[in-house]
């Protein structure tokens, strides 16, 4: 088995910390690739919270959901991950939310997710974390306003205070064509 | 399970790629903690070559090998990891190799490794390791000459082809006492 790149990581790390009957946030639902990792590990008795701003994003995953009978457990909301906490009650504990930022693939270049609306998503899930729980960023630098996005969201992660939380960094680093890396924040 | 640590995460990027009967390299012998675990990985037919210029240290290695009845697969050379070439054949395969740089815990503080000589055994090994064999690094800067060698380490990383090698990096980013990353350089 070869090291697994970041993207393959994350569900690494997604896989080590959520259980049957958890509740998980999708806050970039795209292709809707980890909803549906997301919805097999939460199991039939288990909630996954998607979000996303692409219609079109979201109808596709639907679709997949549907297909693979896996509806009942998941809920997916067309707006930004910024307004997450409207869809949390106070005392919803979530075991693990995945981001995946930039662009879709496939999809419009031009929107892409910014550090504003990034950060706003992060710091309103940070609280419902349980001791263990994963909050998971694969960060991408190559598009216009990545690094920018990377830069601040990295920024942000440093600063988290060590006693509370524990960030790691994963990524390859002698990649030419800038590769995803991963930012990991797990409550202690 | 909670995110492990650089060192803790060095066992098991060996584990995965470690398999008995294999050779394997010890650069930095130390206390010895590496130097059992992969004897443990090898097994019976497998062997273990290790290196460390303080001989106390390699004392009490040789001692845990004997009350573990695992010398006879363990061999300790009393000299710096740069000479590595000279206990391998052209043809010898590695299967992994650590190096745990800094000074010895519990040991003489300014008896550190040195980018020169690290680089040097790093480059006699990769010739040596198959596809999918590891070069795993665990890298400190929190000591005086720390930083110059992880910097030199890394550029060096950096720039390995990645047509023959991919280089993960993988630390915590988020405390204050400087802790150990990992580098890992995998052949594909």
Redesign the interface.
């Known amino acids: 088995?070869?090291?697994p790149n970041a993207l393959a990581y994350s569900h690494v790390?997604l896989q080590?910390c959520i259980y049957p009957g958890a509740t998980v946030v999708d806050a970039t639902v795209g292709n809707g690739h980890d909803t549906l990792f997301l919805a097999q590990l939460v199991g039939p008795t288990g909630s996954v919270i998607g979000f996303d701003i692409q219609a079109a994003a979201l109808a596709r995953t639907q679709t997949q959901l549907t297909l693979t009978g896996q509806t009942d457990r998941v809920t997916l909301h067309h707006t930004g991950h910024q307004h997450v906490a409207d869809y949390l009650t106070a005392d919803t504990v979530v075991a693990a939310a995945i981001f995946n930022l930039g662009y879709l693939p496939g999809g419009d270049k031009a929107t892409i997710t910014h550090a504003e609306t990034t950060l706003a998503a992060v710091q309103a899930l940070l609280p419902h974390l349980p001791r263990?729980g994963?909050l998971v960023l694969v960060v991408y630098t190559g598009h216009p306003g990545g690094q920018a996005e990377a830069t601040a969201v990295?920024d942000f992660?440093?600063?988290?205070?060590?006693k509370s939380?524990?960030?790691?960094?994963?990524?390859?680093?002698?990649?030419?064509h800038q590769p995803p890396y991963l930012?990991?924040i797990?409550k202690?």
Not at 157 to 162: N, R, S, Y
């Open positions: 088995m070869n090291l790390l080590d263990g994963r990295r992660c440093v600063h988290l205070p060590q939380y524990q960030v790691l960094q994963y990524g390859f680093i002698n990649q030419v930012l990991a797990e202690r």
